[in-house]
């Protein structure tokens, strides 16, 4: 059963209020509706024996300057493609001393 509003007759301030009722209530939908299909694809990735985030990552392109050729010898998931400007961690490990090549990502 709905209720029928009559909009006309309502004053601004009714208005107003209702518009942010509905803004609200339209936030929560999409939330859900993000949060169920992300579980969806959660779940498909898992039979696939993955995680979702491997997968966005994977396929992800936008802001990628391409592939990295240099990793931080202790953690691995700070890479440089040797393009543009040298990390921090490049260049402490110059500084000491060390060579480039010694941080290239083996293939």
Request: glycine share 8%.
């Amino acid at each position: 059963m709905t209720q029928q509003l009559d909009l006309q007759s309502m004053s601004k301030e009714d208005l107003v209020a209702l518009s942010k009722k509905v803004d609200k209530a339209l936030a929560d939908y999409d939330a859900r509706k993000k949060a169920e299909a992300r579980a969806a694809a959660e779940a498909l990735a898992k039979e696939a024996g993955y995680s979702l985030s491997e997968l966005m990552e994977a396929g992800s392109t936008k802001g990628s300057k391409g592939m990295p050729k240099y990793a931080h010898p202790e953690n691995s998931a700070q890479t440089w493609t040797g393009r543009g400007r040298k990390p921090k961690w490049v260049e402490e490990h110059l500084a000491a001393g060390g060579d480039l090549e010694a941080l290239a990502i083996v293939k």
